[in-house]
């Protein structure tokens, strides 16, 4: 049976282990990050490192995982550069790509979606000194990630965004089976938006990030399970805390402890 463990770090931080034994980091915020425990110099392990955005409390400390252990940087072209100025290459273990398109690698599809959010590269990322005004750089946009795992387990992590009507495209050619998506409702979408989401992605399971007193986004998880409940009555809201995670076997899942 199929398998995959999300372990959800800290705020919209993830670490997915398939039953490949591949790990893939996405969005890894880790030293600064005050509801993370993991650094990155406990990290002695990553294949893959995906990021969604230019904003330091996503791409974060992508970087610097992939300096400490060899893995490939996947991400929009922009932070490729930004990237490849952080030591990698370019379209070897800096591996560019923009919503619509898909990299494969270490035995996952990693495809692109639109979202919708602001664009900008957290200055202490982009290197060197902004001119005048410009404090802060584009970053090419945020993107989306479906993670079509070659054991048959389709991941979507919506990253940082507002409710958006195709969502449900996005479930219809992908057929996600897992959704992680942002639930603070003030830089994204809130319970209610987060609520309508679900219903039109419609996975097994859909984990909340994003939130918490800690950030200043607080969140009713049991008012979303509540509204999930009613629109989309298939699907299961896990809350994770920062640390936790689930297992899903391909139709069924269970939260360790």
């Known amino acids: 049976m199929s398998s995959i463990t999300i372990t959800l770090l800290g705020h919209a931080s993830i670490k997915l282990e398939p ?8 969005d890894p ?5 005050p509801t993370c425990s ?3 110099a ?3 392990r990553a294949d893959v490192v995906i990021g969604t955005h230019g904003h330091n409390d996503h791409i974060g400390d992508s970087f610097r995982v992939c300096e400490k252990t060899g893995a490939t940087f996947v991400g929009n072209y922009e932070l490729c550069l930004v990237a490849e100025k952080h030591g990698l290459t370019l379209g070897e273990d800096a591996r560019p790509f923009n919503p619509g398109g898909t990299v494969v690698l270490d035995g996952v599809d990693i495809t692109a979606t639109q979202a919708f959010h602001s664009l900008s590269m957290s200055p202490g990322l982009a290197l060197g000194a902004p001119t005048g005004d410009d404090y802060f750089r584009p970053d090419g946009g945020v993107c989306g990630i479906v993670m079509a795992f070659d054991n048959g387990i389709t991941v979507y992590d919506t990253s940082d965004t507002a409710l ?4 449900q495209v996005i479930s ?7 959704a992680v998506l942002p639930v603070g409702g003030m830089f994204t979408m809130g319970i209610r938006e987060a ?7 419609r996975p097994d399971i859909a984990i909340p990030c994003h939130y918490g007193e800690t950030l200043g986004q607080p969140a ?7 509204a999930v409940k009613f629109l989309s009555p298939n699907t299961h809201v896990v809350q994770l805390d920062p640390g936790q995670s689930v297992t899903y076997h391909t139709s069924s899942f269970e939260v360790n402890t």
């Open 172 to 178: 219809q050619m992908y057929g996600p089976q897992i």
């Open 29 to 33: 915020w880790l030293d600064e990050n």
């Open 42 to 44: 406990d990290i002695d």
């Open 38 to 40: 993991l650094n990155v």
């Open 164 to 167: 958006f009507g195709d969502m």
């Open 19 to 26: 039953d490949s034994g591949k790990v893939v980091y996405l």
């Open 220 to 226: 009713d998880i049991d008012a979303l399970s509540d």
């Open 195 to 201: 609520a309508r989401a679900i219903s039109y992605i």
